[in-house]
Nanobody
Framework: QVQLVESTGGLVQAGGSLRLSCAASGRTFSSSTMVWFRQAPGKEREFVAGITWGAGITSYADSVKGRFTISRDNAKNTVYLQMDSLKPEDTAVYYC??????????????????WGQGTQVTVSS
């Protein structure tokens, strides 16, 4: 069984920063793709960012490009999402997910087999 444990989100003012982490256990993630999705109230879950575990190829949604940075620590089986210049529209529940090895980051949620419990991020204006 695979477990993904996300760090606690939080409340931050617009323009502020927050870093989320997601620790994986139960399997070797040396070749897995790790991603972050988010879901705002009344909206569908959307892709935010992803990183391939081996080569570290990254991909970002246009809405967060230049403001968010995804990274990983292979030794700790942990992926991070550094969020800077936060906006009220970034308010959502953020989920990390893990999928099979790939040479690129797939942005479709159904490609990912394992999901964290979600963590709330609220950005006030």
């Amino acid at each position: 069984q695979v477990q993904l444990v996300e760090s606690t989100g939080g409340l931050v003012q617009a323009g502020g920063s927050l870093r989320l982490s997601c620790a994986a256990s139960g399997r070797t993630f040396s070749s897995s793709t790790m991603v972050w999705f988010r879901q705002a109230p009344g909206k569908e879950r959307e892709f935010v960012a992803g990183i391939t575990w081996g080569a570290g190829i990254t991909s970002y949604a246009d809405s967060v490009k230049g403001r968010f940075t995804i990274s990983r620590d292979n030794a700790k089986n942990t992926v991070y999402l550094q969020m800077d210049s936060l906006k009220p529209e970034d308010t959502a529940v953020y989920y990390c997910a893990a999928g099979s090895a790939s040479y690129y980051v797939d942005r479709n949620a159904y490609k990912y087999d394992y999901w964290g419990q979600g963590t709330q991020v609220t950005v006030s204006s």
